[in-house]
């Protein structure tokens, strides 16, 4: 049996994701997947309160975050207590590995802001402690301001020895499933055997224009921002509307 997991994936713990924890589950469930990890900025409430939830949804899910190192974003999953922002990569992944963890770099080698550098990648693998826990790196990130940058991923990871990842880093429920990486198996425990195997596989599944995804998200942010914005004035909240389909 071939598994389809998401391992990046943003709710409203995140400063900048739109989606409740059932939102994603709901979306996950209806885009076939069989694991998910939710790994919020430096954040990993939602990811434990979706484990508990998981079962009404058939789907097992890895509890994480994207914690900001130094050097850059790295998605740490099996993780149960939250990693302290602006440690180094190295430092970072020993604390994941504490935990019984395991690190993926996060959106590698793009030209934005918190990508991890194929230097510090480099010096992360030549640690002889920290090097355990680097596992994966993403070849593939939906997330519209990172889509358009997957070749130069694909570039750095062509030569190092991390399991490859396609997440789709989703900010709104409707992208949950944009990037999936397959593997043998169905459950966390195969996917964690895959990464630590090397053999995992990326796959693209969305091919919107990357714009058409960020005017989507800046509604339902702006959305949100104007909700939580009522609720402080005391204004009741218009009623929730559908999920709209990816």
């Known amino acids: 049996m071939i598994g389809k997991a998401d391992l990046h994936i943003h709710t409203i713990h995140s400063f900048d994701g739109t989606a409740s924890v059932r939102e994603v589950l709901e979306s996950a469930a209806q885009a076939g997947l069989d694991v998910i990890a939710i790994t919020d900025h430096n954040e990993i409430r939602a990811g434990l309160e ?12 890895i509890p994480g975050a994207e914690v900001s190192t130094r050097e850059g974003h790295l998605v740490a999953l099996f993780v149960e207590q939250p990693i302290p922002a602006g440690l ?3 430092e970072t992944l020993l604390r994941v590995g504490e935990q019984g963890g395991i690190g993926i770099a996060a959106h590698p080698n793009h030209p934005v802001p918190n ?36 070749k130069r991923s694909e570039k750095a990871a062509a030569s190092l020895p991390l399991a490859r990842i396609a997440s789709s880093d989703s900010h709104l429920a409707a992208m949950v499933g944009a990037g999936v990486t397959r593997f043998d198996g169905h459950t966390t425990a195969d996917l964690r055997h ?3 195997c090397r053999s995992t596989l990326p796959e ?10 960020f005017l989507r998200w800046v509604k339902l942010y702006n959305q949100r921002i104007k909700s939580r914005s009522d609720v402080d004035q005391g204004v009741e909240p218009l009623p929730k509307q559908p999920t709209a389909a990816r």
Not at 50 to 61: F, I, K, M, N, P
Not at 204 to 213: G, H, I, Y
């Open 194 to 196: 895959a990464i630590e």
């Open 204 to 213: 693209q599944v969305n091919r919107e224009w990357p714009l058409l995804v």
């Open 115 to 150: 990508s991890l550098p194929v230097r510090a990648i480099l010096e992360a693998l030549e640690h002889p402690l920290a090097c355990k826990f680097l596992c994966g790196i993403e070849v593939c990130n939906m997330n519209p301001t990172h889509s358009v940058f997957n």
């Open 88 to 90: 180094s990569l190295v």
């Open 50 to 61: 979706a484990r508990e939830l998981a079962s009404e949804y058939d789907l097992q899910v």
